[in-house]
């Protein structure tokens, strides 16, 4: 090392020096090694350090004139060393990035899967249409009088759909009490408890004593819409459901009404969904069946019609001034074509497989 | 109800060419559910002609049976050579006897297929090469009948004789197009040829024939005595006809259109009823007039009476009850059975019809009481035309008359009348308004006329007697929902009507949506069970007594008398889903539910209010105090491993601590913190069960099941449980909250151990220090529990990391000492904790 040595501030000493420095920055190949370079040729006890140090002793203009070497020779030294650092950092970056390569494809899990079940993501999805359109969700018990279930709708006494093959009481009979087979009244309570004009959608859980196979479950849900306003129509009604159909399932996927009877619409129809799969492409063409529709180019959906007027008067409502629209329909169903699920008993199973299969969306 | 097109075409002039198919779609439009189109006889196909045989011989054979091996003439263009018949002729095995030389059946030959893809081939049987098939009617399609062979009339419908070779499809009535017709309730009348005649006719714009001609005469009881003692009967004709010959069969034209129909050919004069009913939707009832005694009354039954019905079943009689009486008592339940003393016999040769008209309520229920759905009831309790009772009547006579030789006698019997049916008015523009779609006054008329209303029009009114056979025509809408079906609900406009501002979901159900969504990413899975419930259940659960959740909701109907109650608590129903997860291999487990259980209400009765009005605020006030009370619960179940092993780490079992954190997640949804309190409640382990309190109230507990109910239920060992009042959290969550001031100056961070006894908890402790810590303190955290080492037995230390920091200056650490020193001389005080040296 040159270190204590008298600097010798001569040109070709500097120019040593300076040829040291570089060919010691190129010879090094790590930082490590790059470090002891730069301590030994750019750092306080470097040659050109203590030559810039015996600056100060030269006479006046031999100061002037080696201060200028001197500073050019310490440009270049950092320079060179600069570019080195530079380059030796951009090498080891490499290497560390190379180093440091991990399996992406290997499973990670913040939290188990979970999942909203299918049937609840389907219902607050079309509850989330009407709530758009300015509607609001409308909810009610589950065990339900019977005047609200039954009477109200005008479904009189004798109905069949009254006896206990088909509803469910609560004992004992004498109590008329009821577990709901429609989310119907929790329409007559929004009309018994709503300021008039009456835009809702009822979402839920209801009950009949059915069989429980592949397209029967006893308990199961529905989502029940309701206008009561002035001027309404049956063609109304067509827009809404025209407009649900094309939320849910698409531009160009509209409703048909094909007539029907229920006892508290009046004139009453049964809705047909056009099918979202083969768009009705599939009707008479063996080549291209289509699973979704069987081929007939629609689905059945639902229920619907225009509300009564004897409803309405169960409800205290004026039915010369206003008129109305009410539309039904089970969610499990929707599910089945929408998401092609094959058994209604998968869905009250509990089986996780189930619930997850969606991915915890209704897309 | 069942159409065949052929008998539809004989009442309304259908257009040439039209198939079933096509009219179905027409009717479809109308609004009837046309379920599906059959076209009979299209699967059979290939030679299937007309034969006759020639000759045949019984040949025994070693299997007990005797087959026949028959010459058959098919006419010249399928016969072969034979060295016996000049003509030429088959040769084929039948097992069949049921025929004789020279009659004439159907004989399929080999290329020939039949009903159920059955191809005839020549095959080698029993000695001989069969060269076809002589023909039984399930072969071919049109009927069950397998005990013989078809032996078909030497001519066909139309007089002309049959000849070997000629297509049997028409003497047959092989081929037809059947329409299945689900009828709703509204329209009785299209349970009848009659009528689906009319709605084509209608719809397809072509005339229509009515079958039922003749006018109701009045009142005139010369014939079979009758007398009506109840307004439920308001009419009932009787017609005698005698000398019918019992051993006539029915013809196979009108057997065909019954089996087409949906019914069976049970005798001719049964068959008859059952034709004409079918045609004109009367059903009939024919006695065997010597078995009737004395005059026919028709009134309620008293009590203690019974009756055989045709079925052999011993009824036992409800004073509502409409019956048919004679002097022996009751002889038939009026409009849904008839009676075993007086039905036809294979002997009879007098019969008295019967055509009546019954109310329908009483008739519908007849039938449920007696659970006697029939083809009569079920026109009955939808309505039949009081006004085709008559004409019914005549044309089941002339039938009896034609085809089983019997007299009609002159005198007849008609008592009662036709009622009169109920008027309505509307304005015109109606239908307009309601429909949506611009209808003119003309339109409307000409429509309700076409439908067989009587339309008066008095400016912009119409009044509208409707015609018996539409009963379902009574209010104003009614008479809408006729011109809208008439013009087609596909014409309709479809407009979005515009909905005033919403607000939105309300502010429950954003809690609970966000609840829902927060356990769901939170690694939860949401199932739906069963609402129902049982004693055993709660049993198991441990669930004491005096528990609110023993005042369970019986069902009078339950669907499985194993879980009569409605549930007061979700877990059962997940224990349950728990096992059939584990028994298919899904052993990681973290199930929730959220939904209503049922705790029993006052055990009054709901009123029913009239429905001509709103009920009054006491009436639906009773309502809602006479219902169960009904929160909605969110619960949750856990087992297995929470985190299964892998290579981050090792696996977590899932246990308590995720029922806590599945509460913490719910509430932190709604922004609120559960307090949790050690508790003893079942279904839950005694020393792990926490109770949940938000605002001073237990909303739920949570922790590890107790190891019997463990046992009990089957669940895997250390299961965890979790029930919330979803309600009750939802209620005391907090509002609308605040956001926090950020202060930029730097924390001050103080570690506290303090040593307490095993008995204190630490959120006691937590919460002293918070308390004692005051302003400054920003957060808390407990990083470590330590027991052993210095820690005297009975005791635990816990590690809190504590930060300080003001908003508006940095902390001296005088202030930071100050503020630590606080907070531990209150835990000291509140909870005996003792500051432990590091």
Partial sequence: ?363 | MRAPLSWLAEHVDLPDGLTGRALGEVLIRAGLEVERVEELGSDVTGPVVVGRVLAYADEPQKNGKTIRWVQVDVGPEHNEPHPDYPQGCRSVVCGAHNFAVGDLVVVSLPGAVLAGGFAIAARKTYGHTSDGMICAEDELGIGHDHTGIIVLPPVDDHGRALEPGDDPAGVLHLRDDVLEIDVSPDIGYCLSIRGLAREAGQNLGVRFTDVVARTTPTTRVDGYPVRLDDDACPLFVALGVSGIDPSRPTPRWMARRLVMAGMRSISLAVDITNYVMLETGQPLHAYDASLLKGEIVVRKARAGESLVTLDDVTRALDPDDLLITDDTGPIGLAGVMGGQSTELRETTTEVVIEAASFDPTTISRTLRRHNLPSEASKRFHRGVDPAAAYSAAHLAARLLVELAGGTLSAAETVAGAVPAMPSQAIDADLPSRILGLPVSRERVVEILRASGCDVEIDGDRLSMVPPTWRPDLRDPYDYVEEVGRKIGFDKLPSIVPPAPVGRGLTADQRARRAIGSRVAAGGFVEVLTFPFASVEDLDRMGVPDDDRRRALVRLANPLAETAPFLRTSILPGLFAAVGRNTSRGNDDLALYEAGRVFFAGSGAATPIPSVAGRPSADELAAIEAALPVQPRHLAAVLCGQWRRAGWQGEAVEAGWAQSFAFADQAAAALGATLERRPADQAPWHPGRCAALVLGGEVVGHAGELHPAVVRAFGLPARTAAVELDLDALVRLAPGTGSILPVSGHPVAKEDVALVVADGVGAGDVRQALVEGAGDLLESISLFDVFTGGQVPPGHRSLAFALRFRAPDRTLTDAETAAARDAAVSLAAERCGAVLRDF
Wanted: include cysteine.
């Fill in chain 1, 1 to 363: 090392m040159p270190g204590d040595q008298p600097a010798d501030l001569s040109q070709t000493a500097i120019d040593a020096v300076v040829a040291d420095a570089l060919a010691a920055f190129a010879a090094a190949s790590t930082s490590a090694e790059l470090k002891e370079a730069r301590l030994a040729h750019a750092g306080e006890r470097s040659p050109l350090a203590l030559a810039n140090r015996a600056i100060g002793t030269l006479p006046g203009p031999e100061r002037k004139d080696a201060g200028q070497r001197l500073g050019a020779a310490r440009a270049a030294v950092n320079a060179a060393l600069a570019e080195r650092e530079a380059g030796i950092g951009a090498a080891e970056l490499t290497q560390r990035l190379a180093a440091e390569r991990m399996d992406v494809t290997l499973p990670v899990e913040l939290a188990p899967e979970g999942a909203p079940h299918p049937i609840t993501a389907l219902m607050d999805l079309m509850g989330d249409v009407f709530v758009a359109m300015g509607w609001e969700i409308a909810e009610g018990p589950e065990a339900e009088g019977e005047w609200l279930n039954f009477d109200a709708l005008n479904i009189g006494p004798d109905h069949p759909a009254r006896g206990t093959t088909d509803t469910l009481f609560v004992a004992p009979l004498e109590n008329h009490i009821v577990l709901r087979t429609h989310t119907s009244p929790v329409q007559i309570r929004s009309m018994l408890d709503r300021p008039l004009p009456i835009y809702v959608v009822c979402p839920g859980k209801v009950y009949r004593a059915d069989e429980f196979d592949a397209t029967h479950v006893p308990v199961f849900h529905q989502i029940e819409g309701l206008v009561v306003d002035k001027g309404i129509s049956l063609a109304h009604l067509k827009g809404t459901l025209d407009h649900l159909a094309r939320s849910m399932f698409g531009d160009g996927i509209e409703t048909r009404m094909r007539p029907h009877y229920f006892p508290f619409t009046e004139p009453s129809a049964e809705v047909d969904l056009k099918c979202f799969v083969c768009r009705g492409e599939s009707v008479g063409n063996p080549d291209a069946p289509c699973r979704t529709c069987k081929s007939q180019g629609w689905i059945e959906w639902g229920g619907c019609g225009v509300v009564n007027p004897r409803v309405l008067a169960a409800c205290g409502i004026d039915t010369d001034t206003y008129s109305g629209f009410a539309f039904g329909m089970g969610i499990e169903r929707t599910l089945m074509f929408r998401n092609n699920a094959a058994d209604m008993r998968d869905m009250v199973e509990g089986d996780v497989r189930f619930s997850r299969s969606l991915k915890g969306m209704a897309r």
